[in-house]
């Protein structure tokens, strides 16, 4: 066993004939964390997943789970479950009976199949449907009774392919709310999305990808922190419009980038600094007699950072 790691990828490349898909790909997923790996289309993610859960073999590097080689395929494989390329559930079964063909395959009894089948289809929401037949299934329905199926033998890594890809918007947000769910209990996840604000809500860390490489990773918080923009931006709503003197007053305070008005009513303060000099902007803004009526405040996001990043390579 390997102290606390889940995943480790080292220096992982795949070649599609002359073409790189991936190239030097290092990740490390420690156990319990929630990992999500972006990447625009044809960035590398399924390639990335493939090599990882033994589906297709890389060029090069080096890939354990739990400390195991990949090599070992079956050992390695024992305790992660996964959703990649997986065949929708045959149309005519419902899901109880898929659940209890699946828990058959790894040998489990009938009493262990009803209690782990129950379980996992109250935990991907789809218990109030165990006898419906999944032909009258939502594509979101379909997708999460393929995620009990992978969650039946109760495998502590779980690794999903762009898990709520191809969803309506409803979909997806229950697809969200089902993997949001996963986190309570002692998990590992790594899952792949093109979708920014799915790794925000769902992830502790992340590895953004682009053309097979890795361009950043680490803990979300901290590298939103880092980014380079890191900083917050101020919009302040008043009663009345804020003076142009007051705003060049604001202007003038340390820590304070750019002041702007925004219509009539609403100014924008960039900002970066310390709490202290931003404890003295806000006292100016309410010292404007514009009368303040809100004052919201946004923080460089996973959105901005990866902006940053993309332009800076193009
Ligand atoms: N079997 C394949 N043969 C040749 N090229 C492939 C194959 N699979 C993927 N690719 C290419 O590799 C790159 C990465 O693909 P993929 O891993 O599917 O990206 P993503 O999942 O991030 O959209 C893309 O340019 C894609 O066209
Ligand atoms: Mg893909």
Same mark, same amino acid.
């Given at each position: 066993?390997?102290?606390?790691?889940? %995943?480790?990828?080292?220096?992982?490349?795949?070649?599609?004939?002359?073409?790189? +898909?991936?190239?030097?790909?290092?990740?490390?997923?420690?156990?319990?964390?929630?990992?999500?790996? $972006?990447?625009?289309?044809?960035?590398?993610?399924?390639?990335?997943?493939?090599?990882?859960?033994?589906?297709?073999?890389?060029?090069?590097?080096?890939?354990?789970?739990?400390? #195991?080689?990949?090599?070992?395929?079956?050992?390695?494989?024992?305790?992660?479950?996964? $959703?990649?390329?997986?065949?929708?559930?045959?149309?005519?079964?419902?899901?109880?009976?898929?659940?209890?063909?699946?828990?058959?395959?790894?040998?489990?009894?009938?009493? !262990?199949?009803?209690?782990?089948?129950?379980?996992? =289809?109250?935990? #991907?929401?789809?218990?109030?449907?165990?006898?419906?037949? %999944?032909?009258?299934?939502?594509?979101?329905?379909?997708?999460?009774?393929?995620?009990?199926? +992978?969650?039946?033998?109760?495998?502590?890594?779980?690794?999903?392919? !762009? @898990?709520?890809?191809?969803?309506?918007?409803?979909?997806?947000?229950?697809?969200?709310?089902? =993997?949001?769910?996963?986190?309570?209990?002692?998990?590992?996840?790594?899952?792949?999305?093109?979708? =920014?604000?799915?790794?925000?809500?769902?992830?502790?860390?992340?590895?953004?990808?682009?053309?097979?490489?890795?361009?950043?990773?680490?803990?979300?918080?901290?590298?939103?922190?880092?980014?380079?923009?890191?900083?917050?931006?101020?919009? $302040?709503?008043?009663?009345? @419009? $804020?003076?142009?003197?007051?705003? +060049?007053?604001?202007?003038?305070? !340390?820590?304070?980038?750019?002041?702007?008005?925004?219509?009539?009513?609403?100014?924008?303060?960039?900002?970066?600094?310390?709490?202290?000099?931003?404890?003295? #902007?806000?006292?100016?803004?309410?010292?404007?007699?514009?009368?303040?009526?809100?004052?919201?405040?946004?923080? +460089?996001?996973?959105?901005?950072?990866?902006?940053?990043?993309?332009?800076?390579?193009?």
């Amino acid at each position: 066993m390997e102290g606390g790691t889940a %995943i480790e990828v080292e220096n992982l490349t795949k070649n599609y004939g002359d073409f790189t +898909a991936i190239s030097d790909i290092n990740l490390t997923v420690k156990k319990g964390e929630f990992m999500g790996l $972006v990447g625009p289309n044809g960035a590398g993610k399924s390639t990335t997943l493939k090599a990882i859960t033994g589906l297709l073999k890389p060029t090069s590097g080096t890939i354990r789970i739990s400390g #195991v080689d990949i090599k070992d395929h079956r050992h390695a494989m024992e305790n992660v479950g996964c $959703v990649i390329e997986t065949p929708e559930p045959y149309p005519s079964f419902t899901p109880g009976e898929i659940l209890e063909y699946i828990g058959r395959m790894y040998g489990m009894d009938k009493r !262990e199949i009803s209690i782990r089948a129950r379980d996992v =289809l109250e935990e #991907v929401k789809m218990w109030d449907w165990r006898n419906k037949p %999944i032909s009258g299934f939502s594509k979101g329905m379909r997708q999460r009774v393929v995620l009990a199926q +992978a969650l039946l033998p109760n495998p502590e890594i779980i690794i999903l392919d !762009e @898990p709520t890809s191809g969803l309506d918007p409803r979909g997806m947000v229950e697809t969200r709310r089902v =993997l949001q769910n996963l986190k309570t209990k002692d998990r590992t996840l790594l899952i792949s999305t093109h979708i =920014l604000s799915e790794v925000s809500e769902l992830c502790g860390s992340v590895t953004m990808i682009r053309d097979g490489k890795v361009v950043a990773s680490g803990d979300v918080a901290e590298l939103v922190h880092r980014s380079a923009k890191s900083g917050i931006t101020l919009t $302040v709503g008043t009663l009345k @419009p $804020v003076s142009e003197e007051s705003v +060049a007053g604001i202007s003038g305070l !340390e820590g304070v980038k750019g002041v702007e008005h925004k219509g009539e009513n609403t100014i924008v303060i960039e900002f970066a600094g310390t709490p202290e000099q931003q404890a003295l #902007v806000t006292k100016a803004v309410f010292e404007t007699g514009a009368g303040i009526l809100s004052m919201n405040e946004r923080g +460089a996001t996973l959105e901005s950072m990866y902006m940053e990043l993309t332009e800076e390579g193009q």
